[in-house]
């Protein structure tokens, strides 16, 4: 295992000013994570090459191409940094870096019922789901909920 220095990948978190300088940083980025894979196979051992690694680096900022709200790409770029500096000090295990880094994106959309069915959904999901349609139906809340029958 090697010895790493965990402030020597940390830096501040930015808000970008404009689309070019959020990009600018996305690009910094990408080659960070581009640069690295031949490191990434090396002090995880993992049994693919680093152009499988770059390929699946490529394919997740690929999946964010077309995000186009400024805050949404900051935090994109936050945590895209986050998940460079725990990959690169060592901070996750093997199984990490093959089951979230490397997995295949090609996984088809689901239905409400297919993530219920699988269980996705709790009782706090049911509700917050359920105020979210009343707050967005414009009922009150007690005309939606019958009043007791005092029986």
């Not at 808000?15 to 196979?41: G, Q, V």
């Not at 693919?48 to 490529?58: G, K, N």
């Not at 900051?74 to 990490?96: A, I, S």
Request: glycine share 4%; charged share 25%; proline share 5%.
């Amino acid at each position: 295992m090697t010895s790493t220095i965990p402030a020597r990948l940390a830096t501040l978190t930015k808000t970008s000013s404009s689309p070019a300088e959020s990009r600018k940083r996305a690009l910094k980025l990408y080659r960070d994570w581009y640069r690295s894979a031949p490191e990434i196979c090396g002090l995880y051992a993992l049994s693919v090459s680093p152009a499988y690694v770059r390929h699946a680096i490529r394919q997740r900022f690929e999946k964010n191409r077309n995000v186009t709200d400024q805050r949404a790409i900051d935090v994109l770029l936050l945590k895209g940094r986050q998940d460079y500096q725990e990959t690169m000090n060592c901070w996750k295990q093997t199984d990490h870096v093959m089951g979230i880094l490397l997995a295949p994106l090609d996984r088809p959309q689901r239905t409400f019922l297919q993530k219920f069915y699988e269980g996705e959904f709790t009782s706090v999901s049911f509700r917050l789901i359920r105020v979210h349609n009343i707050v967005n139906s414009g009922k009150d809340e007690a005309a939606v909920i019958p009043a007791a029958s005092g029986i």
